[in-house]
C-alpha cells in the first residue's frame, strides 16, 4: 500500500486522542511545500511541520483500517482550513477517495448541509454506488442523498442515521481508505452533529479519516470535540497563533525574500504587533502596506516609508473597501447583493438579483477573487464565498438599512422564482431574506415550512428552532392563523425533543389564540396535540384535561373528522391511565375514532385505532388480534401507507410465531423492514428469531445470530432489542444448565433496565425455572415460576411464553396442587393455545386423564403434546422425563421409553442431573439402564490423566457449588454414602488438601 506522502519531516506521532497543542508537539523545522501542494493563495505553509506530520499519520493510518477522528481547532483565521486544503492534497497524492463539506453560514442552518455536501461528491465521479452492501441502512440515507430518497423511508433517529452513514462511509473507503472533510463545523446544525457525535465513536477500525475544523468559540461543535477527545475518541489539533520567527518567516515567503533579514525590520514587527500571529492578518496587512505605498519594493530590495502604525481594523476595512471600488460601481454592487445572501452565495440566485449577464457576472467574480475578496466554494459547484467575515462586515458599511432591506427583497424574490419549490436549502433561506428585508408575516409562513420539512425528515433540532423562529415572528406580525399552524407541527416536535416545558408554555395561548378568530376545528385540533404531548410525557391527568377542553371546543361546533383525531388520542390516553375499566374505555374509544375514520378516509387515524383495537384483544382472543391487525394492513395497503403496512405486518407475524411456531410471517416482514430502512423493526424480528433458534435446540444459529445482533444493537442503543437478546441469551445458557452463564446474562439485562420490563416475565418463566428443572430442583423451579405470577399480576406481559399458561399448570397438576378445574380454567384462555403453552397444557391433560382411569386417553393427549413439542427438542424430553413417574404410577403410556429418549437427549447435551434422573427412574421401573462411556472425552487432560472416572468427573463439577453430600448425591441419584466415596477419591487422584481445596479446583475449572 502507498504511503501517505506530506511535506515535512517524518516524526513520532504524539498520542491519539487527547488535545494535542504546540508544546507538545516534535519541533520540526519550519519548512516551504512544492507547488504541488499549493492550495490557497499563499506562497508557503509555515509553521505548521508538526500539525502536518500528524495529520500524515492518520491519513496512512486510514488506509490501513485504523480511522479516526482528528478536530483541527483554532480562531478564525489562523489557518484551519489552509492546513486542511493541504491534507487534501496529500490524501489525493496518496490515492484515497475525498468528500468535502462546509456547513452553512448562509441564513438558519439547515438539517445535514455538509454532511449531504460531503456524500454527494460520490454521486459526482461516476462510479455506481447502487451495489453498495448497506441493507437496510440505504432507504435511511434518503434523508441525505436524494438519489435514494423512496419516501418510504422511517423517520429514525440519529443514532441509526449515524450507522448508516457509517456503513456507507467503510463501504465506500474499502480497498482505498477515505478523507472526510467537514468545515466551520461551529456553524452546523444540531442534527449534523448528533450524526457526527456517533462516526466519532464508531470510526477507530474502519479506513475512514474524520477531519473537522472548529472555532475556539463556543460552540455545540467544539463541545462535542472536547467530550470526543476526553473518553478518548478523537485527537484535538489546536492550531495556534504563528510565533514571530514563523510570522517573520511567512512575511519573507510572501515577498519572495529568501530570508526575513531582507524584509525591513520595522514592517516585521508592525505586522506582528498588528497581527498577533494570524496568518490571515499578516497576509492581509502586508497587502495593505504594499497597496498604500507604505511598503515598496526597489533594486536593493523591500523598503518602509511612511508611518506604518494604524488601526488593524479600520485599516481592513479601508483596503477591502477600496479594492472593492477598484471594481467598480457595478462590482460593489454585485459583492454587496452577494453580502446580503450570506459569506457564501449562489451565483445563479445573485445574477438574477443583480440583473447581469453572465459575461460580466464571470468577469466581476474574476476580478474579486485576484483582489483577494472571493473564492470558489470548491465542495459545492456554483457557489462561491468571501474569504473573510471581515469583507461582508466591510460592505455592510457600505448600505443603508434600506438598501440592505431591498437587496433582501429581491434575493427573496430571486430564490423564490428560480426554485418555486423552496426545496433543501432555499425555503430557509428565502425565509431569513424575507425577515431581513422587514416582511415578518411571509418570513414566518416560510420558516414554518422550511420548520414543516425538517420534522417530516426527523431533523427534530432543526425543526424545533426553525419552528420556533416562526411561531415568534407570527406572534409579531399577529397572524394568528398561521401561528396556530405552526403550533399543529411545533407542539408534537418540541414533545419528540423531550422540552415539554416549552411545549406547556405554548399551551397557555390557546385560550388567547382562541379569541383571535381560529375555526373551532383548529383550536381542537390544537388540544390533542397537547394531549399528545402529555400522553408522551407520562402526564395522563395534563392530557385527559386537553382532551376535555377539545371536546368542549367541539361541543358548540360538533367536526367528526376532529373528534375521531381526538378520540384516538383519549383512547391511548385512557390505556394507560390507571382506573379499573381503562381497557373496556379505551376499547370504546378506539371504536368510535375507527368508525369516523372509516366513514370519512382518515387513514392515519384508523390505522392508529386498529393498532391499539388489536392490543386491546391480543390477551383475550388472538383471532380477534389478528383481525384487526389484518384491517390495518389492509387500510395501510389501500392508502400506500408502507410504513403502516410494515407494523402491521410485522404484528401478524409475530401472532403465527406464537400461535404455531411459524416464522414465514416475520421473515416476510423482516424483508418488507430491510426494503423500507426501518433498522428498528429489522433487529425486532432478529431477535424474536434468536429465542426461535433457542426454543428449537439450533444453539449455534442462535449464538451466531445473537452475537451479530446484539453487537449492532448495543451500539445503536436500541435498549428492547438488547434487552430481549440478552434475555434469549440468558434462556440459551439456562437450557445447558449453565448456571453462571445465565446469571451473567441476566446481570447484562440488568443494566439495560430489565426490571418491570417486558422480558423481565420471560428471563423468569424461561431461563431460572428452565434452569433449576434441569438440574432437578422442581421447588425452585416452582419458585420462579411464582415470581414470573406476581410480576406479570403487576406488569402484564404481552409475550406470553413465561410459563404462566403452561408449565405452572404441569407442575403444579405434577405436585397435586392443581387439579381438573385449574386446568380448564387455563385452557379456556387464548394463551394456553399458543403452540409453546399447547404442550404443556395437553402433557398435563394427559397426567390427569391417567389419574381418572383413562388410560387410553391418556396415551393419545401424550402423543398429541409430543406432536405439538415436536419443534422444541428440550421441552419435549423434559416433558418426557416430568411425566413418567405419574404415567408409571396410574399405568397408561410407555415410561421406560420415554425416560430412555430423554435419558440420552440430555447425556448427549450434557445435563448429567437430567440424565441422572432418567437413569435413575429407569433403574426404579426395573428397566436396564444403558451405560455410556463416551464420557470420558469431556473430561479436561490433567484430570483425565490423574485417572478421573465419568461419575467422579460428574461429582467434581457439582462441587464448585459447594453443595453437600446430600444434594450432590439428588443431584445424581446416588446415595450420600456414594457421593462421599467419589469425593474422597478425588481428593486421593488431585492432590487436593482437602474438601475446600477440591472445591476450589472446581470453581476455578468452572471459571477459566
Known amino acids: 500500500m502507498a504511503r501517505t506522502r506530506l511535506a515535512g519531516p517524518r516524526r513520532r506521532v504524539p498520542k491519539r486522542s487527547r488535545t494535542v497543542r504546540a508544546g507538545d508537539l516534535p519541533q520540526v523545522p519550519i519548512f516551504r511545500l512544492s507547488s504541488a501542494f499549493m492550495r490557497s493563495h499563499a506562497p508557503s505553509l509555515v509553521g505548521r511541520g508538526p500539525q502536518l506530520h500528524l495529520l500524515e499519520r492518520a491519513l496512512s493510518g486510514a488506509q490501513q483500517g485504523r480511522g479516526g477522528v482528528v478536530f483541527l481547532v483554532g480562531e478564525a483565521g489562523v489557518g484551519k482550513s489552509r492546513l486542511a486544503a493541504e491534507v487534501v492534497g496529500g490524501a489525493l497524492d496518496a490515492g484515497m477517495r475525498v468528500l468535502r463539506g462546509r456547513s452553512s453560514t448562509t441564513g438558519p442552518a439547515v438539517p445535514f448541509r455538509p454532511l449531504t455536501e460531503a456524500l454527494m461528491s460520490l454521486f459526482r465521479g461516476g462510479a455506481s454506488m447502487d451495489d453498495l452492501a448497506l441493507g437496510p441502512y440505504r432507504p435511511v440515507l434518503g434523508r441525505l442523498i436524494p438519489d435514494w430518497d423512496t419516501g418510504e423511508r422511517e423517520s ?39 450524526v457526527l457525535e456517533y462516526l466519532v465513536d464508531n470510526l477507530e477500525y474502519t479506513p475512514v479519516l474524520l477531519l473537522a475544523t472548529v472555532r475556539t468559540d463556543f460552540s455545540d461543535a467544539l463541545d ?51 497581527s498577533s500571529g494570524s496568518p490571515y492578518l499578516v497576509e492581509e496587512l502586508l497587502q495593505t502596506m504594499i497597496g498604500a505605498g507604505t511598503l515598496v519594493q526597489g533594486q536593493d530590495g523591500w ?35 452577494a453580502a446580503v445572501l450570506g459569506r457564501r452565495f449562489p451565483l445563479t440566485v445573485l445574477q438574477r438579483m443583480s440583473g447581469v449577464d453572465d459575461r460580466a457576472l464571470l468577469s466581476h467574480l474574476h476580478a474579486g477573487v485576484a483582489a483577494r475578496l472571493v473564492i470558489p466554494d470548491e465542495p459545492a459547484p456554483d457557489w462561491y464565498s468571501f474569504r473573510h467575515s471581515l469583507t461582508v462586515e466591510a460592505l455592510f458599511t457600505q448600505m443603508t438599512p434600506g438598501q440592505r432591506a431591498d437587496l433582501a427583497r429581491r434575493g427573496a424574490e430571486a430564490v423564490e422564482e428560480l426554485h418555486p419549490e423552496l426545496g433543501g436549502d432555499w425555503c430557509a433561506l428565502a425565509a431569513g431574506l424575507r425577515s431581513e428585508a422587514g416582511d415578518q408575516g411571509a418570513a414566518g409562513l416560510l420558516f414554518a415550512d422550511a420548520g414543516g420539512r425538517a420534522l417530516a425528515a426527523g431533523a427534530l433540532g432543526s425543526a424545533v428552532t426553525l419552528l420556533c423562529r416562526a411561531e415568534n415572528l407570527l406572534a409579531e406580525a399577529g397572524d394568528a392563523q398561521g401561528r396556530a399552524a405552526v403550533l399543529e407541527n411545533l407542539l408534537p416536535a418540541l414533545a419528540e425533543a423531550g422540552d415539554f416545558a416549552r411545549a406547556f408554555e405554548l399551551a397557555e395561548d390557546l385560550h388567547v389564540l382562541g379569541g383571535f378568530g381560529l375555526s373551532p376545528v383548529r383550536l381542537a385540533t390544537l388540544h390533542a396535540r397537547l394531549a399528545k404531548v402529555a400522553h408522551t410525557a407520562g402526564r395522563w391527568s395534563d392530557g385527559n384535561r386537553q382532551v376535555a377542553r377539545a371536546r368542549e371546543v367541539l361541543a358548540a361546533s360538533p367536526d367528526e373528522t376532529t373528534a375521531a383525531t381526538v378520540d384516538v388520542t383519549a383512547a391511548y390516553l385512557a390505556l394507560d391511565t390507571p382506573g379499573p375499566d381503562r381497557t373496556q374505555h379505551a376499547e370504546k374509544l378506539a371504536r368510535s375514532a375507527a368508525d369516523t375514520a372509516e366513514r370519512h378516509g382518515l387513514p392515519v387515524v384508523a390505522c392508529q385505532a386498529q393498532e391499539l383495537l388489536a392490543t386491546v384483544a391480543r390477551e383475550r382472543d388472538p383471532e380477534e388480534s389478528e383481525a384487526m391487525l389484518g384491517q390495518a394492513l389492509a387500510t395501510a395497503e389501500r392508502h400506500r401507507l408502507p410504513l403502516q403496512r410494515m407494523y402491521a405486518a410485522t404484528r401478524l407475524g409475530g401472532n403465527a410465531w406464537l400461535a404455531e ?48 445482533c446484539l453487537a449492532v444493537v448495543r451500539r445503536l442503543r436500541l435498549a428492547p432489542a438488547v434487552r430481549y437478546v440478552l434475555m434469549a441469551q440468558a434462556v440459551l445458557a439456562a437450557h445447558h444448565a449453565d448456571r453462571a452463564g445465565m446469571e451473567t446474562a441476566l446481570a447484562a439485562f440488568a443494566q439495560w433496565d430489565g426490571a418491570g420490563s417486558q422480558e423481565e416475565p420471560l428471563s423468569h418463566g424461561l431461563a431460572r425455572a428452565f434452569c433449576a428443572l434441569l438440574e432437578e430442583d422442581r421447588e425452585l423451579a416452582r419458585e420462579d415460576l411464582g415470581t414470573v405470577l406476581a410480576l406479570e399480576a403487576d406488569n402484564p406481559s404481552t409475550y406470553h411464553l413465561s410459563g404462566t399458561h403452561g ?123 444403558r451405560q455410556h462411556r463416551t464420557g470420558s472425552s469431556g473430561i479436561p487432560d490433567q484430570l483425565r490423566a490423574q485417572g478421573v472416572t465419568v461419575r467422579e468427573f460428574e461429582v467434581f463439577r457439582l462441587l464448585a457449588e459447594r453443595l453437600s453430600n446430600k444434594d450432590i448425591a439428588d443431584r445424581l441419584f446416588i446415595s450420600p454414602r456414594t457421593a462421599e466415596k467419589h469425593i474422597a477419591s478425588l481428593i486421593t ?17 468452572r471459571d477459566s
Request: proline fraction near 3%.
Open 303 to 337: 523598503r518602509a516609508i511612511g508611518d506604518l502604525r494604524s488601526d488593524v481594523s479600520s485599516t481592513l476595512a479601508r483596503d477591502i473597501l477600496r479594492r472593492i471600488d477598484r471594481l467598480g460601481a457595478q462590482g460593489l454592487t454585485l459583492l454587496s447583493a
Open 156 to 194: 429514525s433517529s440519529m443514532v441509526i442515521l449515524g450507522e448508516a452513514v457509517l456503513r456507507l462511509l467503510i463501504a465506500a473507503g474499502r480497498g482505498q481508505g477515505q478523507l472526510l472533510l467537514l468545515e466551520d463545523l461551529h456553524d452546523a446544525d444540531p442534527e449534523t452533529l448528533g
Open 989 to 1005: 487422584k488431585t492432590g487436593a488438601a482437602n474438601r475446600a481445596d477440591l472445591c476450589a479446583r472446581s470453581a476455578a475449572l
Open 807 to 929: 408449565m405452572v399448570l404441569l407442575l403444579d397438576v405434577l405436585a397435586g396442587r392443581a387439579d381438573r378445574t385449574r386446568h380448564a380454567e387455563i385452557t379456556a384462555t387464548a394463551m394456553a393455545r399458543m403452540r409453546w403453552n399447547r404442550q404443556f397444557v395437553l402433557l398435563t391433560e394427559a397426567v390427569l386423564l391417567g389419574r381418572e382411569g383413562a388410560g387410553a386417553e391418556a396415551a393419545r393427549a401424550a402423543e398429541a403434546a409430543q406432536a405439538v413439542a415436536e419443534p422444541y427438542p428440550l421441552a419435549r424430553h423434559l416433558g418426557l422425563r416430568l411425566i413418567a413417574d405419574a404415567a408409571h404410577q396410574d399405568g397408561w403410556g410407555d415410561p421406560v421409553s420415554w425416560l430412555r429418549q430423554a435419558e440420552h437427549y440430555f447425556h448427549e447435551r450434557d445435563v448429567p442431573a437430567v440424565a441422572g434422573a432418567c437413569r435413575a427412574g429407569l433403574r426404579r421401573l426395573g428397566a436396564p439402564v
Open 224 to 274: 462535542l470535540a472536547q467530550s470526543a477527545r476526553r473518553r478518548g475518541a478523537a485527537t484535538l489539533l489546536e492550531i495556534p497563533p504563528l510565533t514571530r520567527g514563523q510570522a517573520d518567516e511567512m512575511v519573507a515567503a510572501q515577498l519572495g525574500a529568501a530570508d526575513p533579514q531582507e524584509v525591513p525590520q520595522t514592517v516585521l514587527q508592525r505586522l506582528w504587533e498588528d
Open 661 to 708: 411456531g411459524d416464522t414465514s410471517g416475520l421473515l416476510a416482514a423482516r424483508e418488507e423492514a430491510l426494503r423500507l430502512g426501518s433498522v428498528n423493526i429489522v433487529h425486532t424480528v432478529e431477535g424474536i428469531l434468536v429465542l426461535d433458534a433457542v426454543l428449537r435446540g439450533d444453539d449455534d444459529t442462535a449464538r451466531a445470530r445473537a452475537a451479530e
